[in-house]
């Protein structure tokens, strides 16, 4: 009996965003022809495929081993027909990206800007933003992380390292209690970022130090400017004040304690095959960045 392919697409779809009606809005058809071709599947296999209620729909066990094959097959009918139409000087399409802060501003922009002189029938929506966007669920092709985040549910590639550096302005150090160790940031006023700890090396382990303080936001660069004005004590990567420890603005604390040498990884979704154009822009981004961006400090390209 020959096997009949209707309903394969429909019925990944349906398993990637975990809803019919999701399924329905990115394939632009109607949720009543999602569900027809996948009963049609199902009838066709003879077995169920998904767990079914008003409020949730999830994989049989069986429905979860044909997922895992049928994506695979999905993905390399993809990776053959991107193969075929398309030329390494030819690469065309869209592609959405998440990256964070004065990073994605100074390093990863000028880097995509460089990708699109080289293949300008690829188009790119950059988001900026410090929230952890949900990969699979808002479409996006790839996001810019660091090692800290949660990785293991991702496909990952590094494309480059920044080190981690506690500083403040030196007159402020001169008028506060000595920082030698980081239970001393007690006396101090940190300046808060995105997350109320911090991170050092001690004894040979990355440790979060909870800090405090009466300045608190998510942008680096008004970080920046928060220590630069003398407010207290902040936490950065090296990159965002290498300027300004260089010219003497700003003073290093605990440097015994520094992590450096921290990952930064395009993310992808393991649920998503991903365009030879994306695996291109990695490529770059791998070739243009500096494997270590505290030697940058006049800028990547």
């Known amino acids: 009996m020959q096997f009949k392919w209707s309903g394969i697409e429909e019925f990944v779809k349906v398993a990637e965003l975990g809803s019919f009606s999701k399924a329905a809005d990115n394939m632009n058809v109607s949720k009543s022809h999602i569900s027809k071709h996948i009963k049609m599947l199902e009838r066709e296999c003879g077995v169920i495929l998904f767990h079914r209620t008003t409020r ?8 979860r081993d044909f997922f895992l094959k049928c994506q695979k097959i999905l993905a390399n009918l993809e990776e053959a027909r991107a193969e075929l139409v398309d030329e ?7 592609i959405k990206m998440a990256v964070a802060g004065a990073f994605g501003e100074d390093f990863i922009a000028p880097v995509v800007s460089s990708f699109l002189e080289e293949y300008p ?3 790119i929506n950059m988001e900026f933003t410090n929230r952890l966007v949900n990969i699979q669920e808002e479409h996006f092709d790839l996001a810019i992380r660091s090692e800290f985040a949660d990785l293991d549910n991702f496909i990952t590639e590094k494309i480059c390292q920044f080190d981690l550096v506690t500083v403040a302005r030196p007159d402020y150090l ?5 920082i030698k160790v980081p239970d001393d940031l007690e006396e101090h006023n940190c300046l808060v970022g995105t997350v109320p700890y911090w991170r050092f090396r001690i004894n040979d382990q990355i440790r979060q130090v909870i800090i405090e303080g009466n300045w608190r936001s998510n942008n680096g660069r008004a970080l920046i400017r928060a220590v630069n004005s003398g407010m207290g004590v902040a936490q950065l990567p090296l990159f965002y004040v290498a ?3 260089e010219r003497g603005a700003l003073t290093a604390v605990l440097e015994d304690y520094a992590i450096k040498e921290i990952n930064y990884y395009a993310v992808m979704s393991k649920l998503r095959f991903v365009p030879r154009r994306v695996s291109m822009l990695i490529k770059h981004l791998q070739q243009k960045l500096p494997s270590n961006v505290r030697a940058s400090m006049n800028g990547v390209l």
């Open 56 to 63: 949730s729909v999830s994989l049989t066990n069986q429905g």
């Open 88 to 94: 390494a000087s030819e690469l065309a399409g869209p």
């Open 121 to 123: 029938d690829v188009s």
């Open 174 to 178: 001169e008028s506060n209690p000595t």
């Open 243 to 245: 300027k300004e420890l």
